[in-house]
């Protein structure tokens, strides 16, 4: 079945540092995939998405690339802030087959913490 | 607008209770989501409805766990005989058939 590894955490940074969280996936079909955020007392937020290789999504100053060969959807930031603090989690969505309704499969989440 | 709404927010239940977790999805959206989150894990998908029709229910953990959207707006989630393992977060998710889901607060479930 599909699934979803990302690299574990926590992850602690200095504010202006640069921020990469791994990510790769095991998907039968061609899955469209996501990076969601959970905000300290929210819910979750999706951060950007890419719905077929060598896309790049990109949001708040982050981004993701699809990459095929390699089966991952690392996130970067070239310089995270305070209020980036959060739980990342990486998500796939397969509708290539016959459950095209986008059920997400997600990662087990990172924990990102930004000091000053 | 309102987002996705889910009631309550917390619950503490002794072992061997019923529960039920509603969950308000943001008007007009086709497709509604269960989802179950353990504490230090990503989200595991339950259960989906698109209107009141129950299309994949693969998620459900076992036949304690009943899931319902009988006019194809509100959905409660309902878990007989409660049991340990079932602690977690529950959450719920809407959105336009194959689009975005837009998730809900949760419901955080503590079974003593």
């Known amino acids: 079945g599909d699934s979803v590894t990302q690299m574990e955490g926590p992850v602690t940074l200095s504010e202006e540092a640069f921020l990469t969280i791994n990510c790769t996936y095991t998907?039968?079909?061609?899955?469209?995939l996501f990076w969601y955020v959970q905000y300290p007392g929210e819910g979750l937020q999706l951060l950007l998405k890419?719905?077929?290789?060598?896309d790049k999504g990109s949001n708040k100053g982050f981004e993701a690339t699809y990459r095929k060969e390699t089966t991952s959807f690392h996130l970067e930031k070239g310089s995270v802030q305070v209020s980036d603090s959060a739980v990342y989690f990486c998500?796939?969505?397969?509708?290539?087959?016959?459950?095209?309704?986008?059920?997400?499969?997600f990662g087990q989440g990172t924990i990102l913490t930004v000091h000053p | 607008g309102a987002g996705v709404s889910q009631s309550p927010r917390y619950k503490v239940a002794k072992r061997g209770q019923d529960v039920a977790l509603r969950c308000d999805p943001i008007?007009?959206?086709?497709?509604l989501f269960w989802y179950q989150q353990a504490l230090g894990q990503g989200p595991e998908f339950l259960t989906y409805?698109?209107?009141?029709?129950?299309?994949?229910k693969s998620g459900l953990p076992s036949d304690r766990f009943f899931a319902e959207r009988p006019e194809g707006s509100v959905s409660t989630l309902k878990i007989q005989r409660t049991q340990q393992e079932d602690s977690a977060v529950y959450l719920c998710?809407?959105?336009?058939?194959?689009?975005?889901?837009?998730f809900g607060p949760g419901t955080r479930l503590t079974v003593l």
């Open positions: 998710a809407s959105g336009d058939l194959g689009a975005r889901q837009f």
């Open positions: 998907a039968t079909g061609y899955p469209s």
């Open positions: 890419a719905t077929k290789a060598d």
């Open positions: 998500a796939l969505s397969d509708q290539s087959r016959g459950t095209s309704y986008g059920k997400l499969t």
């Open positions: 008007s007009g959206h086709v497709s």
């Open positions: 409805f698109q209107n009141e029709a129950q299309l994949d």
